[in-house]
């Protein structure tokens, strides 16, 4: 038996960044993970995804670049290099974590991980780890399946098996209209794919701001994306046709090359003990934590996709560090989720923070709007971007910034500067008074919250 001062159970962004920060503060610390560092985002989301699209954006601008007087003749997309490349980062990254941990005194275990009691972890290869103050959980999330006749079929494939195709399909019929079907479909529409899209909701992005919503589905109809909302499929058949009713119960379907089924994630909490140890977890398989990720059971922790609060790598990765430091008994503050962002790899990109105003309203605030149209700002139209806007949801009352709305080139950086000032408090005022640089699309954030008081000066007033 190996004794260490902490275990960790998965090294995806939350698991292993919890272990170099626990190692950071004086703990011994173990890393378990049965496939490779980095989960789900580095080896099949997060970062696969965004490598395609960012090649995909390289050959739309050299299709398009006439408008800018670059004239490219020949331009092909080599769709098998695309994949190599998008590979060939992963790999570097997995790499760059495993000497992170090694340069920081974590051991690493490339084995699967079981809790036998609240302080043992057994591992498939026989080993056994006891962890004197905590274990960490941090084994992720899978693609979930959808209950359908005709998953099984070939060329049905969730996003991790999409990501291993070598062949780009010609068409491709994706169910499911959240922000992992929407990138894809982002993705082959650019680069010349028939794409279809069937969503069960009566929009796509339905979690989002209604206008960011109907913004991102405006340019992908624009696109030759056919979109298909208030569908609920009923099964797919031979020659992979998606069979579909809508609301008014007749009766479709869509014909694809391939099916992907982008239908959420589901959390990896079977095979690793919880029963066992007698931790609880909801009726769909989340464990259940308080605001510092701890479970029921007195020192074991669950952290990022496995808890479902809120499932993007960076919130596992600051709850991670933030466990890291509750261990090492440092003094931590709570997370707050509504100042953590979320971001849609779509072109135009999309952003967003916090409330909208909708729902601010609904929870009581006197909700106010200052909206930026990037019509109006420079640097966007020299890019020939110019299609988005900023809006900032605010309390008229206390002048708080509830929440922040982004479409348009850019977005998923800009809204960091968001973040940043609604961690600190800084009112809608405060975040006006702030000098942008100019030209930058990130002056529309400076101009949104001029418009929350009337203010804007580069947006058309109404006359006096």
Not at 201 to 212: F, T, W, Y
Not at 276 to 290: A, C, L, P
Not at 394 to 421: N, Q, W, Y
Not at 433 to 444: G, I, L, N, Q
Request: charged share 20%; hydrophobic share 40%; glycine share 14%.
């Amino acid at each position: 038996m190996r004794e260490f001062d902490a275990v960790v159970i998965g090294g995806g962004p939350g698991g292993y960044e919890c272990a170099v920060k626990l190692a950071i503060n004086g703990l011994k610390t173990a890393l378990v993970e049965e496939d490779a560092l980095g989960g789900t985002c580095l080896n099949c989301g997060c970062i696969p995804t965004k490598s395609l699209l960012h090649s995909a954006g390289v050959y739309r601008q050299a299709l398009d670049g006439g408008q800018f007087g670059v004239n490219a003749c020949g331009v092909t997309l080599d769709y098998a290099k695309v994949i190599s490349r998008k590979d060939a980062v992963v790999s570097r990254l997995v790499k760059g974590i495993a000497l992170l941990e090694k340069s920081h005194g974590v051991e690493v275990f490339n084995a699967r991980g079981m809790l036998s009691d609240a302080r043992t972890v057994q591992l498939s290869d026989g080993e056994t780890l006891k962890a004197r103050r905590a274990v960490v959980l941090a084994t992720g999330s899978r693609p979930a399946s959808i209950p359908v006749p005709g998953t099984q079929l070939a060329g049905v494939v969730d996003s991790t098996g999409l990501l291993e195709m070598k062949q780009q399909p010609e068409r491709i019929v994706i169910i499911g209209g959240g922000v992992i079907g929407i990138e894809f479909a982002s993705f082959f529409s650019a680069i010349g794919t028939g794409v279809t899209v069937l969503e069960m909701m009566p929009s796509i992005l339905a979690n989002l701001d209604p206008e960011v919503s109907e913004a991102v589905a405006s340019r992908l109809k624009k696109d030759k994306v056919k979109i298909l909302t208030g569908v609920r499929v009923t099964g797919i058949e031979e020659g992979l046709k998606v069979c579909f009713t809508d609301t008014e119960g007749k009766d479709g379907f869509a014909e694809g090359d391939v099916v992907l089924i982008a239908g959420g994630r589901r959390p990896n909490s079977g095979g690793i003990g919880l029963e066992s140890v007698g931790i609880r977890t909801d009726r769909r398989g989340f464990v259940e934590t308080d605001n510092l990720c701890r479970t029921n059971v007195d020192g074991v922790y669950a952290i990022g996709d496995l808890n479902g609060k809120m499932q993007l790598a960076h919130v596992a990765s600051a709850q991670g560090q933030m466990v890291a430091d509750h261990i090492a008994k440092k003094p931590v503050a709570e997370l707050n989720l509504n100042r953590i962002p979320s971001c849609v790899y779509t072109t135009p990109e999309v952003a967003v923070i916090g409330l909208t105003v909708q729902q601010a309203s609904q929870m009581g605030f006197d909700a106010g709007t200052g909206r930026f149209d990037l019509l109006g700002n420079g640097r966007a139209l020299t890019a020939g971007l110019n299609r988005g806007f900023v809006k900032i949801v605010f309390d008229r009352k206390t002048d708080e910034i509830l929440g922040c709305h982004i479409v348009g080139p850019g977005a998923t950086e800009m809204i960091a500067s968001v973040a940043a000032a609604m961690e600190g408090g800084v009112t809608v005022s405060a975040l006006g008074r702030a000098v942008f640089p100019h030209p930058t699309v990130s002056e529309a954030i400076m101009e949104a919250a001029h418009a929350c008081h009337g203010i804007c000066v580069n947006a058309p007033g109404t006359g006096g």
